[in-house]
C-alpha cells in the first residue's frame, strides 16, 4: 500500500512531533485528542517545533509553514481516521488507556488501516485482540526530537502480517526515519531496553538522596563524554512519561523503590507544573539550563 492519509491519535510531546515530521515530508496527517483544550496545547506544541526545524535542520518559513497546513485537528475519532491508511497511537503509557482506545478505534476504522503503537514500553500483543485486526498492528517508535534524533524502532508481533510489517518499514524510511527492525517482541524494544534501566538507576538514585540532580548528571557527562546527563535527558523526555514508567512498575511488581520515585515526581515536579523541557521547567531551568554552562563540568 502507498500510504497518503495518516492519521496520529494523542497530541503530547512526541505525537505532535510525529505529526509534524509526517506533514514535513509530504504526507496529509489528521491529528485527534480527546478534547478541544489537549487540541489546543496540541497545536501550539506544534507551532514550537517550527522555529526548530529552521534552527536544526535549515528549513524555510514556506517549508514549516507548508508542514503546519498539511495538519487537521479533531476530537471526533471516526473522522480522524475515516480516510487514513495508516494510525500512529501515542496516547498515555497506562495499558487499559491504550486497550479501549484500540476497542473504540478498531470499530470505527476502515478496514485498510494498519494500526502501529508508539508505545516507549508496552507489547503490542497486550493489545492485538482488542484492535480486531491483529494482523495489521504492530509497534512503531520514535525517540524524541524526531527530526535529530531519527531513529524508528519497527517491531512485529507473532500475528503481525509480514506485508504491513514492510510497509511501515518503508514509511519510515519515506518521512526520514532511519528504520530499525525487530523481528520478536521485546519491552522497551532496543533504545528503551538500554535508556529506562539507565534512567530509573538515575531517579533511584535521587529518590535514594544518594546525590543530588547536578551530581548525577556531572559524572555521566565527565565519565562516559556524553552531552547530557540522565535528568537532562528526563527532562527532553518529559516528567509525566517517567512518572507512568515508575508507577506502572511499581503497581506491577510491588517494587517499593519505584513507588518512591513514582511519588517523588508526582509531588515534588509534576503537582508543581515541573514536567520538563516543554513546560520550561522539570529537574533544570530553560532555556538556560545548569548543564548548558561552560563551568558546570568543572571541578568547585
Avoid at 507551532?47 to 507548508?66: C, F, H, I, S, W
Avoid at 508508539?118 to 484492535?131: G, I, K, V, Y
Wanted: proline share 5%.
Amino acid at each position: 500500500m502507498d500510504y497518503q492519509h495518516i492519521t496520529v491519535a494523542g497530541g503530547g510531546v512526541l505525537g505532535s512531533q510525529i505529526a509534524y515530521q509526517t506533514a514535513f515530508k509530504g504526507f496529509n496527517v489528521c491529528l485527534y485528542d480527546i478534547d478541544d483544550d489537549s487540541l489546543e496545547r496540541a497545536k501550539e506544541r506544534i507551532m514550537n517545533l517550527k522555529p526548530r526545524y529552521q534552527k536544526d535542520l535549515g528549513a524555510t518559513e514556506e517549508e514549516v509553514q507548508r508542514a503546519c497546513d498539511r495538519i487537521s485537528f479533531t476530537c471526533d475519532l471516526s473522522e480522524a481516521v475515516a480516510e487514513a491508511d495508516l494510525m500512529i497511537e501515542a496516547i498515555p503509557e497506562v495499558a487499559d488507556i491504550k486497550t479501549e482506545f484500540y476497542r473504540k478505534l478498531g470499530k470505527v476504522a476502515p478496514e485498510k488501516t494498519v494500526f502501529a503503537t508508539n508505545s516507549s514500553t508496552l507489547l503490542p500483543s497486550q493489545f492485538a485482540d482488542a484492535t480486531g485486526r491483529p494482523e495489521k498492528f504492530l509497534a512503531l517508535h520514535f525517540a524524541n526530537e524526531i527530526w535529530k534524533n531519527n531513529t524508528a524502532e519497527i517491531m512485529k508481533h507473532p500475528r503481525t502480517d509480514l506485508e504491513a510489517f514492510q510497509e511501515v518499514i518503508q514509511f519510515a524510511k519515506q518521512i526520514g526515519m532511519v528504520p530499525l527492525a525487530l523481528h520478536k517482541e521485546q519491552p522497551g524494544y532496543i533504545l528503551n531496553s538500554l535508556l529506562v534501566p539507565f534512567l530509573s538507576a538515575a531517579q533511584s538514585l535521587l529518590a535514594k538522596e544518594v546525590a543530588d540532580i547536578e551530581t548525577i548528571d556531572k559524572t555521566w557527562m565527565i565519565a562516559t563524554g556524553a552531552p547530557r546527563g540522565p535528568f537532562a535527558i528526563l527532562d527532553v523526555v518529559g516528567l509525566k512519561t517517567a512518572y507512568n514508567i515508575a508507577l506502572a512498575k511499581a503497581e506491577k511488581t510491588g517494587d517499593p523503590e519505584s513507588k518512591k520515585v513514582a511519588d517523588l515526581l508526582k509531588t515534588e515536579y509534576i503537582d508543581k507544573g515541573k514536567l520538563g523541557r516543554e513546560t520550561g521547567e522539570g529537574f533544570y531551568t530553560y532555556p538556560h539550563p545548569s548543564f548548558m554552562n561552560p563551568d558546570f563540568l568543572k571541578g568547585e
